[in-house]
């Protein structure tokens, strides 16, 4: 989807891997800890939604929901290196916090 690949790419993301992360910190049994994957469980969906949007060529919609999909797998990611996301919706900010844990993005 060429609205996501563009929103992910500026802000220096690439398109799944904020979503496919081996390195999140686990539960004691070895599972991703479920906060996280609720993140990502939720950025998935609104990935979907947005390629959903942009085959139908609602394209304001596609974009919104790839930003949402962007903002919740940072999100995801901060909290699976066990930090506190800032209260944001700056994808900008959301990806100077990784930097600042030391997150090459």
């Given at each position: ?9 500026k ?19 070895g599972a991703?800890?479920p ?16 390629r959903?949007a942009?085959?139908a060529?609602?394209h ?13 797998a940072?999100?995801g990611l ?7 996301p ?20």
């Amino acid at each position: 989807m060429a609205s996501l690949q563009l929103l992910l790419n500026k802000r220096g993301i690439a398109r799944d891997a904020a979503l496919q992360a081996p390195w999140l910190s686990l539960d004691a049994g070895g599972a991703m800890k479920p906060q996280v994957e609720a993140w990502l469980r939720q950025a998935r969906d609104d990935l979907a939604m947005a390629r959903l949007a942009d085959e139908a060529r609602f394209h304001t919609q596609a974009r919104y929901h790839a930003s949402q999909a962007a903002e919740k797998a940072l999100k995801g990611l901060l909290i699976g290196l066990d930090l506190e996301p800032p209260r944001t919706h700056a994808l900008e900010r959301l990806v100077e916090s990784l930097r600042e844990a030391g997150v090459e993005v």
